[in-house]
């Protein structure tokens, strides 16, 4: 293959995730971006995946969807030239570290956010790994059909709340909670929901260029056409001006107006979307920058699946290519165990199907039967090579739980699978400090977490647990000079651990005291992660 059809399939490929709070619209926004790729001929079915989440109770159900849910985490389609791969960021009880580390596959993120609520808890903490990775996010605030918050005030809470600043793409018309449609800033046209109510839009272009062009007066009525300048004016005063390389860089959200419902404004974004995000941008490895134009083939491993399927104890390894070219059948290293590995049944996922593919290209998630030698963060690459891409951030667990095999003649089986688990990112494991080694502790970052430890403890190792959780929801990484529970003042007001790797680390219950043991403590530092130092 020449290096201009390798730079062409890199240049048309955009990877991303939508991040949002539960409800704010993200199944349905989905769904609308997969029919304008001809991806789905059936609406709804997105949705009935969910619903089928939804029903969830407990483990059993979650295997028996997995497959399902599986084949839809990542979803790839073409529009208007461009490769599409959207990667699913689950929502409610299935959030877990995998949500996260889904954020370290994609070049970009769509933020959705419910015009009536505005910026929601989960989607605060989606956000905060996109920034701290730099990557560029798009927002959408959604629902514009209903009753919704002042366009301004949401604005105001994106730089409060977030700490970014937001260029409007386009701007809601009529007073709040009655919005008409949107002007568009980039066309000068205004788009009117249509008389029907749903399904689309009117669309009247300025003859002149400008909002204030009196055809718009005629259809808006004055009142609602000044009140229009009159916000068109300010944002040009005194908004920011649209900077693509501000974009680029995280620092400015381009902001949408519509509502994925009645499929207002989702073509406009999703069109601009793809102009202005990025293609899959070089990563940093343990040797320097990988280009996705280097001719080599490279990936790391996000996120692994195992035992999709029971009876066979398989395990899938999600990829993200970081360059070169893939294709069916080859051998790569893989650089953690040294072990030349033989890709032959790659597979890829096309909405609700898994194929098996024969090439991809840097941008696209591919599925390996992981052969039980993967880890999450792991690099495999052609040979001739030796690097490792750049560590996987841990992030902070907020759940913790005491787990111990029911049955003490089980411990061995009981230690191996526990530590078999944490290696693959299941969950954290930690250690108490002078405590017996009959039990572990484990944290998470949703409860979702410790009922797949527990049930996967049981089927795929044979022990029975016990857990107990504990009323702890902060971890810090503890450094200084000899840190130890007995000259830690306070340590009793929380529990104090050691991560896998003998790093201690204080659990708390919250701010407070982990605020009262700080200032008690004025030798040691407090590290939300292990990694920031
Ligand atoms: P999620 O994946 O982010 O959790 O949200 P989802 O798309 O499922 O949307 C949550 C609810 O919001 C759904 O209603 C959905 O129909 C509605 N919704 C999504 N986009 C819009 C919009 O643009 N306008 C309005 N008015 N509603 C919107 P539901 O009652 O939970 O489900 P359903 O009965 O509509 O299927």
């Not at 955009?14 to 991040?19: E, G, K, V």
């Not at 208007?80 to 570290?97: A, C, K, M, V, W």
Request: hydrophobic content about 40%; charged content about 25%; some cysteine.
């Amino acid at each position: 293959m020449s290096d201009n059809e390798l730079n062409s399939e890199i240049n048309r490929r955009r990877t991303f995730a939508i991040i949002s709070h539960p409800d704010a619209g993200k199944t349905t926004l989905t769904e609308k971006l997969l029919l304008y790729g001809g991806a789905i001929h059936l609406a709804g079915s997105v949705k009935s995946r969910k619903a089928q989440r939804h029903a969830v109770s407990d483990w059993m159900e979650i295997e028996k969807q997995r497959g399902i849910s599986v084949t839809s985490s990542v979803m790839q389609f073409d529009y208007d030239g461009y490769r599409i791969n959207i990667l699913d960021t689950p929502g409610h009880q299935d959030f877990s570290e995998d949500t996260y580390r889904t954020l370290m596959a994609v070049d970009s993120a769509v933020m959705i956010i419910d015009v009536a609520k505005g910026v929601e808890t989960q989607t605060q903490k989606l956000f905060k790994v996109c920034k701290q990775r730099g990557i560029p996010i798009f927002t959408f605030v959604n629902k514009l059909d209903r009753f919704g918050k002042n366009p301004f005030e949401l604005m105001e809470e994106l730089e409060k709340v977030l700490e970014i600043r937001a260029y409007p793409m386009n701007w809601p018309i009529g007073v709040d909670g009655a919005y008409q449609g949107v002007y568009n800033r980039q066309l000068a046209q205004i788009e009117l929901f249509d008389g029907a109510g749903s399904q689309g839009q009117k669309v009247l272009p300025s003859v002149v260029g400008s909002v204030g062009d009196p055809v718009f007066s005629e259809m808006l009525g004055s009142g609602v056409h000044q009140a229009l300048c009159d916000d068109i004016e300010l944002l040009d005063m005194a908004g920011d001006s649209f900077d693509l390389e501000k974009v680029r860089q995280g620092e400015l959200t381009p902001m949408f107006f519509g509502s994925a419902m009645t499929n207002f404004g989702v073509r406009n974004f999703l069109e601009q979307f793809l102009r202005l995000a990025p293609a899959p941008a070089p990563r940093l490895s343990s040797a320097g920058l990988v280009q996705p134009a280097d001719s080599k083939f490279s990936a790391f491993v996000f996120k692994i699946q195992a035992n999709m399927n029971p009876a066979h104890r398989d395990r899938l390894a999600f990829i993200r290519i970081c360059s070169g070219k893939f294709t069916r059948g080859m051998a790569v290293l893989h650089n953690q165990s040294g072990k030349l590995l033989k890709l032959a049944q790659p597979q890829q996922f096309l909405a609700q199907e898994r194929t098996i593919i024969d090439e991809a290209y840097p941008g696209d998630i591919v599925g390996l039967f992981d052969p039980g030698v993967f880890g999450i963060g792991d690099t495999l690459h052609e040979q001739g090579q030796a690097f490792t891409f750049a560590d996987f951030p841990v992030f902070p667990p907020e759940k913790f739980a005491r787990v111990q095999a029911k049955d003490t003649m089980k411990r061995k089986q009981f230690v191996k699978g526990i530590t078999q688990l944490t290696q693959e990112g299941a969950v954290q494991l930690f250690r108490q400090a002078d405590a017996g080694m009959e039990s572990y502790i484990v944290g998470t970052v949703g409860s979702l977490q410790f009922d797949v430890l527990e049930y996967r403890l049981k089927n795929e190792y044979g022990v029975d647990i016990l857990m107990n959780h504990l009323p702890y929801e902060l971890a810090r990484w503890l450094v200084g000079a000899e840190v130890k529970p007995k000259s830690l003042r306070g340590a009793d007001r929380g529990m104090f651990v050691y991560d896998v790797k003998e790093r201690p680390v204080l659990l708390v219950s919250n701010e407070w005291a982990l605020r009262w043991v700080a200032d008690n403590n004025p030798a040691v530092e407090f590290f939300p992660t292990p990694a920031v130092r």
